[in-house]
């Protein structure tokens, strides 16, 4: 971790759905998980999965309070089970294989149905066959609109991930066991959108919300945008309620596995003009993954003419009533023979959650790490015990970070906290909401190897 690598509170930092015609309004149409062909770079690549023959996962789009359908069906040869990123939903519909649901077999249908109660930028992908759908394409990105219109003049939804892909445009093995006892195998074909450099055009002028959300595998991304005013409003799908400073070239920003940013993005007022969305990738200058182009005459538009996005009905956790529970991520003392479910097993334990490697999804009788009291406040202390950095989430609930041994963290409410090497963060939640809720670090690598468990709120 260089010291010039900008996230939130490191040393540094003390309408137009405008989606390149892949929106799809959620409850439309049933999801049919497939396999598909793209071009990801020149030529075809097949066996990839998504849920159409030939394009990326849609973005979903749900409104904040409304009730969304969303029907998947199967018809892979291999199971599969769908869950919903950070949404804060009721746990038969948070699509864990034998935590909350059995697997979808092949030519199954399972019937999502949930109210989203937060607004924000959200996330879509497999929790069965996880590694391999996820790694051959099956990642989208879930817009929840606000109940009310924030007044943006059009939006951009962004989906960075990587492929690793050999030179012929076949897939490569989607891990390495180096790989997955380290920081991850990382992918060779960087993509924003399954595309390479793409250009969206939006108004000169205009007030553009950018969403950018990293559904890779493995890669922490670190990001800034170039040729921009603009201001970052929400971090995780939750809006931000404080100053946090911009990221630039010398300071990009640190978007781990899982996390979402939110900008709001002023166009320039020149026609042609563009604002890069900028990523730095080891011993490679710093790249434009994707860019927005104004086109018109401008409408003049400006940043401060939006009101702060509403904030979500999270109930904050009342520290002086807070009990504490620790969990150690580090590598297994044990390895051992993780059992292999329905849902896939890269055959080896790697890591572990207090010293723990999850045994395999469909092993029986495995008791939860934690067992919260509906309703009550909690301090929950995550210790890295590794030299590597872990991206940890937590289904169903969203959470506040407190503090860490290693900076000073703005109280942004999240799902996914990246841990740095030998970072100790406290986070506090109030565990409002039932359930079995998978607790894992989002390195696909490294939750398949061990570093998984569940917490349950009673
Ligand atoms: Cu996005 Cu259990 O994960
Ligand atoms: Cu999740
Ligand atoms: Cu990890």
């Not at 199967?74 to 649901?101: E, F, K, S």
């Not at 991930?161 to 060779?188: H, M, V």
């Not at 002023?266 to 104004?294: I, N, S, W, Y």
Request: net charge negative.
């Amino acid at each position: 971790m260089k010291r010039r690598e900008f996230l939130f509170g490191s040393g540094a930092a003390a309408g137009a759905l405008g989606l390149g015609g892949f929106g799809l309004a959620a409850g439309e149409q049933e999801l049919v998980v497939q396999s598909a062909s793209f071009a990801l770079r020149d030529q075809v690549t097949t066996g990839m999965v998504s849920l159409s023959p030939d394009a990326p996962p849609p973005v979903l789009y749900g409104k904040q309070g409304e009730v969304i359908r969303l029907p998947v069906r199967n018809t892979l040869p291999d199971y599969t089970a769908m869950h919903w990123h950070g949404l804060r939903i009721p746990n038969g519909m948070d699509g864990v294989p034998y935590l909350t649901q059995m697997p979808i077999g092949p030519g199954e249908v399972f019937d999502y149905e949930f109210t989203p109660p937060d607004a924000g930028t959200y996330w879509y992908h497999p929790h069965c066959m996880t590694m391999e759908q996820m790694a051959h394409g099956l990642t989208g990105v879930m817009v929840i609109a606000e109940a009310e219109d924030p007044g943006f003049d059009s939006e951009q939804v962004v989906n960075l991930r990587d492929f690793r892909l050999d030179d012929d445009g076949s897939f490569l093995p989607a891990y390495t066991t180096r790989g997955a006892a380290r920081a991850g195998t990382f992918g060779n074909v960087q993509t924003a959108n399954w595309l390479n450099g793409s250009i969206y055009d939006h108004s000169a002028g205009g007030l553009v919300r950018l969403r950018v959300v990293n559904t890779d595998t493995a890669r922490i991304y670190k990001i800034h945008l170039q040729g921009a005013e603009a201001r970052i409003i929400a971090w995780d799908g939750h809006p931000v309620e404080i100053e946090v400073p911009m990221p630039n070239a010398e300071a990009p920003l640190l978007v781990g596995p899982g996390q979402r940013v939110d900008f709001a993005v002023q166009m320039p007022a020149g026609e042609g003009q563009t604002v890069d969305l900028m990523a730095k990738f080891p011993g490679q200058p710093h790249r434009a993954m994707m860019r927005l182009r104004a086109t018109g005459a401008s409408v003049s538009r400006d940043l401060r003419e939006l009101l702060p996005l509403p904030v979500n009905p999270v109930t904050k956790p009342d520290l002086s009533k807070a009990k504490m529970h620790e969990f150690v991520f580090g590598w297994t003392p044990e390895g051992g023979e993780p059992t292999n479910g329905f849902c896939g097993s890269l055959g080896a334990n790697f890591w572990s959650i207090n010293r723990k490697p999850w045994p395999g999804d469909a092993v029986q009788r495995v008791g939860p790490l934690a067992t919260l009291a509906k309703g009550k406040s909690y301090v929950l202390r995550l210790r890295n015990e590794s030299p590597n950095l872990h991206p940890i989430h937590l289904h169903g609930l969203a959470f506040l970070p407190l503090k860490s041994n290693q900076r000073s963290l703005p109280p942004l409410m999240t799902d996914t906290m990246l841990l740095l090497k030998d970072e100790v963060v406290d986070i506090a939640l109030v565990a409002d909401n039932r359930g079995d809720w998978a607790f894992h670090c989002h390195v696909i690598e490294h939750q398949k190897t061990g570093l998984t468990g569940f917490i349950r709120v009673i």
